[in-house]
């Protein structure tokens, strides 16, 4: 069982990225997919949450507006598309896996990926 994170990298302020969380060795499609980061020196923080329907969605009030989560089982892929980023979304960004509810509790996920780093500077 593998999650996959892709798609950080180095953007301006105000750019945009796309992450994407595939997996392999199982089917997305059953599970609720949570989007994590963790910024240099501070705690890891729950992002944004999508459950197996696609249809309830949670986001941090400090992404809320800008990031916006989906998923497309056919890929078994998850995606982030962040907007209007800030410096202060610099971080390691990570999915996770869990069944049931939505929930910023990390250590309630049962699989993690490797994470992608997302800079943004100028």
């Known amino acids: 069982l593998q999650l996959v994170e892709s798609g950080g990298g180095l953007v301006q302020p105000g750019g945009s990225l796309r992450l994407s969380c595939a997996a392999s060795?199982?089917?997305?499609?059953?599970?609720?997919i949570g989007w994590f980061r963790r910024a240099p020196g501070k705690e890891r923080e729950g992002v944004s949450c999508?459950?197996?329907?696609?249809?309830?969605?949670n986001y941090a009030d400090s992404v809320k507006g800008r990031f916006t989560i989906s998923r497309d089982n056919g890929k078994n892929t998850v995606y982030l598309q962040m907007n209007s980023l800030t410096p202060e979304d610099t971080a390691i960004y990570y999915c996770?896996?869990?069944?049931?509810?939505?929930?910023?509790?990390?250590?309630?996920?049962?699989?993690w990926g490797q994470g992608t780093q997302v800079t943004v500077s100028s």
């Open positions: 996770a896996v869990r069944s049931g509810l939505c929930t910023g509790d990390a250590s309630s996920y049962d699989y």
């Open positions: 999508i459950r197996r329907s696609g249809t309830s969605t």
């Open positions: 060795g199982f089917t997305l499609d059953r599970y609720t």
